[in-house]
């Protein structure tokens, strides 16, 4: 145990962790969050993902032509998978739970900073890559509709529109 030294001001002790104990504390920090941040859901595909393929399967029997219909703004998710947010988390989470208790207390201290800090940087880390984009709604010539979700969409209900490579463009 290193000596502890007295603080001038108030006269009592204070207690200097030693470089052994910050270290121990580091590396078990780093080591659960990266354990919290693998075991996060992955990167899935989704069947957005595979939509503009789909659509382009079924254009190759229909007209590319149509009238747009409505056009809504949505919030996108950013893309999963554990990243910075989530380490970074993980490690101010066991820095700050090791500051509590002693012995076996600060010890689970540390591994529920370490956790919560990495699902709660994770949570951060997605919502900073959200992103806006648009759904617009196609009625086609032939009579089908089609929703497709782009970054930009500069169209009004009633303009004639074409529909390739998923994406709405102007006639």
């Known amino acids: 145990m290193p000596l502890e030294k007295v603080d001038p001001a108030t006269g009592h002790p204070v207690y200097r962790p030693s470089r052994r104990s910050v270290m121990k504390t580091l590396i078990t920090a780093v080591s659960v969050s990266l354990l919290a941040a693998a075991s996060?859901?992955?990167?899935?595909?989704?069947?957005?993902?595979?939509?503009?393929?789909?659509?382009?399967?079924?254009?190759?029997?229909h007209s590319p032509y149509g009238v747009?219909?409505?056009v809504e703004e949505v919030?996108?998710?950013?893309k999963r998978g554990p990243g910075a947010g989530?380490?970074?988390?993980?490690v101010v989470g066991g820095v700050?739970?090791?500051?509590?208790?002693?012995?076996?207390?600060?010890?689970?201290?540390?591994?529920?900073?370490?956790?919560?800090?990495?699902?709660?940087?994770?949570?951060?880390?997605?919502?900073?890559?959200e992103r806006v984009a648009y759904r617009v709604s196609v009625r086609m010539d032939d009579g089908s509709y089609q929703a497709?979700?782009?970054?930009?969409?500069?169209?009004?209900?009633?303009d004639v529109v074409a529909v390739r490579d998923g994406r709405v463009w102007r006639r």
């Open 86 to 90: 989530a380490v970074l988390g993980g």
């Open 96 to 129: 700050l739970g090791n500051q509590v208790g002693k012995g076996d207390g600060n010890t689970a201290a540390t591994i529920v900073g370490v956790v919560g800090g990495a699902v709660v940087g994770d949570k951060l880390d997605d919502r900073h890559k």
């Open 75 to 78: 919030v996108q998710p950013g």
């Open 68 to 70: 747009v219909q409505s």
């Open 40 to 61: 996060l859901p992955g990167c899935s595909t989704s069947r957005q993902d595979q939509a503009p393929l789909l659509l382009a399967e079924r254009q190759a029997d």
């Open 148 to 158: 497709i979700t782009q970054d930009s969409a500069n169209f009004r209900r009633g």
